[in-house]
């Protein structure tokens, strides 16, 4: 560790750069450098200074006390956490009642003094603490110092810097030093002085470069809350999120006009604020929140872009710097009575940046029992054991290496416990509140935001916490056996035949992005509207005309925030897909029209008045027939709307259409010109529209088809119950069906060859190649020109695939 050789107590920000990690630490050196290099580029830092490394030793020197704090932790065991506690309190008091020496608090307050003439007398003023240990920077463990917010006032802020420096002892900051093996006297702790911004009047969040479970590097990840940011970071709210596509951010499309890149936004309750406490004795208090503000965006479009523009940005200057790419970690603050955005903390993400994409660790759950409860997962790890329910900090000397914590939420007094725990779970709480960036370092499962599992959970109980499941974390009663399964990928050939992957959620597109693949060859649309939309779109489209109350509330509740209702459908529904575009821009991404049934869509909220009642929906009204009939069209025109948005808005215009169920060359032809109708021209802004290749008339009229379409995608499930005869959801005739029914491989064989002659693309999207690796051998075997497969089957059917072409090739 390098001493600081400046001798100031004091440097503002403009004289700081990332050098100066060892007199101002970090955070302070960070503030400085986007001070100084990137207010041109329009990057607003409020302004600041900082109270030096130097000043902290200085005072320690002065108080004469540094040989006492090294008795105080003399043979201090850190996994003790009474000895822990006892030990640390000593160290900060010791501190705390030292005497300021007089020339250092002059210097601070002279420096307030000079804020105060560009800012107003008595400037609030956040004081935020700064480690210098260049090895051991602020991000690798959330929050192990402490910050006060809306500091007025010379002696106050003298009080706050005392404090700062004492918290360079915090119990969590000790035990985390001591497991690094860290010299607690080779670290110093610098402050920084800072304008506050007024979030407290108007909103703040966390701002990440990548993408915090997956690491997928092409997205900038925002969550915001309303008032001052410590309830995000403390997980006291779950925050809005946003996700913004990097590669078509600030990027324009043939007319001159910006894309809109938001792929994602997600209305987060935000039940409490925290705003300046005038009348107490804390300075910030929380309150509750309005309606109008719990079911409104703490942020419009226009400053989410620009939030997202700025995180590019720093990105990018500190890449530079570095030499390598570094992705970061950032702080915003939006200013309630100037309505400006500004930038307040930004730090290396150094988490999943840290890990090796070669390596995909898969987890799965062998047995299932009763889900207690869900909540927002974590990662995409399984723990499990007994709980221990702890609901008070001061409890955590009763919790024991390997159990599973359940609480209300964590703060950085937690640590010391978080850090030997098999899984974490809280009532409250984002995806980046503390609870879950602590766990993302320790690489544990947490599930956040669960409402009541402190409740439900009996302590002692026996519980499984799985976040290997998708978009929902679920805790399962009792312990379950579960399978981690790891695959280097390093040096895995790639095959002539195109493999791509069928994905139905969009919250998993970014982790099966690292899969080894050529694009999406099936992105359902299905998942997208049960999962996130809910609600029937004719339902929507006749919201003022609904006479059914219940029904008319489950809509309000879901669709909150949204005046149009048509607008909620196609928004979500476009986000769901840009997802899934995004992830795997700019491979091809097949979209699939939506492809329920009748009474799959009577499921739907508000669906049953407009679907018929049918004796086999499998055959019915489904896939092409409803587009361009007149009593649907209204709702297929809104699915237009989204696909046209994903690709012209977001500039995602990898995005393939792909009609399903396409009976009759007419009907295909009927489709299109409805497409053509709601804005989505074949050929345009090179649209491609695909078919369906799934009923034996597209494989009898394939010629015919392929003058109307750009490829097919053959669907083996359909295929095969309608070339045997099969209902393939009747168990009394499943030992009939199979793919590899020499009728159905005569079929698909004859597709594959009348699309090569008539210069079509063709793929298969079907479960038969994920389920048997031969079928996929078949299939390359007949020249098919890509196979899309379910994303755990993958590296397998790759294999496969590969031992066939070489034996293509000798023959």
């Known amino acids: 560790m390098k001493k600081a050789k400046n001798k100031k107590f004091v440097l503002w920000f403009k004289d700081v750069t990332i050098k100066d990690v060892p007199l101002v630490g970090g955070k302070n050196a960070s503030l400085g450098e986007m001070y100084v290099n990137l207010d041109d580029k329009g990057v607003d830092v409020p302004n600041g ?117 004492a918290s360079l002892f915090t119990n969590r900051a000790i035990s985390y030093r001591e497991d690094k093996k860290f010299d607690h006297f080779s670290i110093g702790l610098s402050i920084a002085v800072q304008k506050m911004v007024r979030a407290d009047k108007g909103s703040s ?32 709210v779950t925050p809005d999120e946003f996700y913004v596509f990097k590669s078509t951010l600030g990027k324009k499309n043939k007319k001159g006009k910006e894309f809109n890149p938001i792929i994602s936004k997600k209305l987060g309750p935000k039940h409490i604020k925290m705003i300046y406490n005038t009348k107490g004795k804390k300075p910030v208090k929380n309150i509750p929140t309005t309606t109008e503000e719990r079911h409104s965006f703490v ?78 997962p974590v990662g995409s790890k399984i723990g499990h054991g007994r709980a221990n329910v702890i609901m008070d900090v001061k409890d955590i000397t009763q919790f024991k290496k390997g159990d599973n914590l359940v609480t209300d939420m964590t703060d950085p007094d937690w640590e010391p416990i978080m850090k030997i725990a098999s899984s974490i779970v809280t009532d409250r709480g984002g995806r980046t509140c503390h609870a879950a960036i602590v766990s993302r370092e320790l690489g544990i499962p947490c599930i956040v935001g669960t409402g009541n599992a402190s409740k439900k959970i009996k302590d002692g109980e026996e519980i499984t916490v799985s976040c290997a499941e998708g978009e929902v974390g679920k805790v399962y009663k009792g312990v379950l056996k579960y399978e981690v399964k790891k695959t280097n990928i390093k040096g895995l050939k790639k095959p002539k035949t195109k493999v791509m992957l069928n994905i139905g959620d969009p919250d998993l597109a970014f982790s099966a992005s690292f899969i080894p693949n050529d694009g999406v060859g099936l992105a359902r649309e299905e998942f997208i509207i049960n999962s996130f939309i809910k ?125 399903p169920f396409c009976r009759t060359v007419e ?88 699309a090569r002659k008539n210069k079509r693309k063709i793929g298969i999207c079907g479960q038969a190649p994920s389920d048997f690796p031969d079928f996929a051998q078949f299939l390359v075997k007949e020249g098919i020109d890509s196979i899309s497969l379910n994303p755990d089957t993958v590296i397998k059917t790759t294999m496969k695939i590969l031992e066939m072409e070489k034996k293509i090739e000798k023959k």
């Open 535 to 659: 609600i029937h779109p004719l339902a929507l489209i006749n919201y003022a005309k609904i006479k059914d109350a219940k029904v008319k509330k489950q809509i309000d509740k879901i669709t909150k925030g949204y005046d149009n209702k048509k607008e909620f459908y196609v928004q979500k529904l476009a986000y769901g897909i840009g997802m899934i575009a995004s992830a795997f821009y700019p491979k091809d991404v097949i979209v699939r029209l939506s492809d329920f049934k009748s009474n799959e869509y009577a499921n739907l909220i508000g669906g049953a008045p407009y679907e018929p009642t049918e004796d086999n929906p499998m055959i019915g009204w489904r896939g092409a027939s409803r587009y361009y009939e007149e009593g649907y069209q209204k709702a297929f025109e809104l699915e237009c709307k989204a696909l046209k948005r994903v690709r012209e808005d977001m500039g995602l215009n990898n995005v393939k259409v792909m009609v």
């Open 299 to 376: 942020l419009n479009d226009k400053e989410i872009i620009k939030l997202a523009k700025w995180a590019v940005i720093i990105e990018e200057h500190y890449s530079k710097k570095a030499g390598h790419f570094k992705p970061m970690d950032m702080e915003w603050a939006k200013d309630g009575i100037t309505g400006k955005l500004f930038i307040v903390q930004a730090r290396p993400e150094t988490v999943v940046s840290q890990r090796d994409p070669n390596v995909l660790e898969e987890y799965s759950l062998k047995q299932k029992s009763r889900v207690i409860l869900t909540g927002s």
């Open 667 to 754: 009907e295909g032809k009927k489709v299109i010109k409805v497409m053509e109708n709601f804005g989505l021209k074949r050929g345009v802004n090179n649209l491609e529209v695909y078919v369906m290749c799934e009923i034996p008339s597209n494989v009898i009229l394939a010629e015919e088809y392929a003058k109307i379409f750009d490829g097919f995608s053959i669907g083996t499930n359909d295929l095969t119950q309608l070339i045997l005869g099969v209902d393939r959801d009747s168990e009394l005739v499943s030992h009939i069906y199979d793919e590899r029914n020499q009728a159905v491989k005569t079929m698909v064989s004859q597709v594959i060859k009348a």
């Open 205 to 236: 969040g966390v701002m990440f470069s990548i993408d915090t479970e997956s690491g997928f590097k092409d997205a900038v990840l925002i969550n915001g809350s309303w008032g001052l940011g410590e309830n995000i970071v403390q997980g006291n």
């Open 49 to 165: 200074f900082a109270v030096t490394a130097f000043a902290y030793h200085y005072l320690l020197k002065k108080a004469g006390i540094k040989e006492k704090i090294k008795e105080i932790l003399k043979d201090l065991d850190s996994h003790n956490m009474i000895d822990l506690a006892k030990k640390g309190k000593q160290v900060r008091d010791a501190i705390l009642q030292s005497k300021m020496p007089p020339e250092l608090a002059e210097e601070i307050i002279n420096n307030y003094k000079i804020l105060e003439k560009q800012y107003g007398p008595n400037v609030d003023v956040a004081v935020r603490s700064s480690a210098t240990a260049e090895d051991l920077p602020d991000a690798s463990f959330a929050g192990q110092q402490e910050t006060f917010l809306d500091v007025k006032g010379q002696k106050n802020l003298l009080k706050a810097c005392q404090r700062c420096f």
